[in-house]
C-alpha cells in the first residue's frame, strides 16, 4: 500500500525539481579547473625553471573598450521573499564600520516576524501565483525597487526577455590559423 504512494511520491518530486533551474549552463564558457586552479604543481615548477617564458608580443591593432555585464540576474518568481533578507547588511556597527554582520534590532524583530511571513505567504500562495505567473521571468540587479507596499522587493518583471543566443559558428575548420 505504502509502495506505490512513495513511488508517486518521488515521481511527482523528481518532475518538480527541473523547475528550479531558471537558466541553462553556458557550455561556451571555460570555469573547470584548467582556469581556476593554480599552477604550482612539482610539474609546472619543473617545467618553469627549465624552459624560458615565450617572449610577449603585442597585437597590430588598437585596444578596445568593453563595457560590463549589467549584473541583473533572471530567474523565476520569488513567491517566498522576505524584506529582512532583501535588504540585507544595511546597518553597521559605528566602533567598527566594516562589522556589518552584527546582531541588531532588525534580527530580534525578524525571529517572529519570519515565521508569521511564511505562513502567510503559504497560505496567499494561490493569490500569488495569479498575480505573477510561474512563467513570469523575473530581474533583481541588487537594488530594491518601489513595490505596491514600498521598497521591500529586489525582483522585477522582465517585459522583453530574449535568451542569449549561443556563439556564432565560425566557417574555419577547427585547426585552422586565423
Known amino acids: 500500500m505504502t509502495t506505490p504512494r512513495i513511488s508517486l ?3 511527482a518530486m523528481t518532475l518538480l ?3 528550479g533551474c531558471a537558466q ?3 557550455q561556451f564558457r571555460e570555469d573547470g579547473p584548467s582556469v581556476s586552479m593554480a599552477w604550482d604543481s612539482p610539474t609546472a615548477a619543473d617545467v618553469q625553471a627549465r624552459y624560458q617564458p615565450a617572449p610577449q608580443r603585442t597585437r597590430a591593432w588598437e585596444a578596445t573598450t568593453v563595457a560590463a555585464e549589467t549584473g541583473a540576474v533572471e530567474h523565476w518568481p520569488l513567491y517566498f521573499e522576505d524584506p529582512f533578507v532583501d535588504k540585507g547588511h544595511g546597518r553597521t556597527d559605528e566602533t567598527d564600520p566594516h562589522n556589518v554582520y ?3 534590532w532588525e534580527d530580534f524583530v525578524a525571529l517572529p516576524y519570519a515565521p ?3 505562513t502567510a505567504n503559504w497560505l496567499l500562495f494561490p493569490v500569488s501565483v495569479v498575480v505573477t505567473p510561474p512563467w513570469t521571468v523575473m530581474e533583481s540587479d541588487g537594488r530594491l525597487s518601489r513595490q505596491l507596499l514600498g521598497y521591500d522587493h529586489d525582483a522585477t518583471p522582465v517585459h522583453h526577455y530574449l535568451p542569449c ?3 556564432a559558428a565560425t566557417s574555419q575548420p577547427a585547426g585552422a590559423a586565423g
Do not use: E
Request: no cysteine; aromatic share 6%; glycine share 12%.
Open 24 to 26: 541553462a549552463v553556458n
Open 102 to 104: 552584527r546582531g541588531g
Open 17 to 19: 525539481l527541473p523547475l
Open 9 to 11: 511520491s518521488l515521481t
Open 116 to 118: 508569521a511571513r511564511f
Open 165 to 167: 543566443p549561443p556563439p
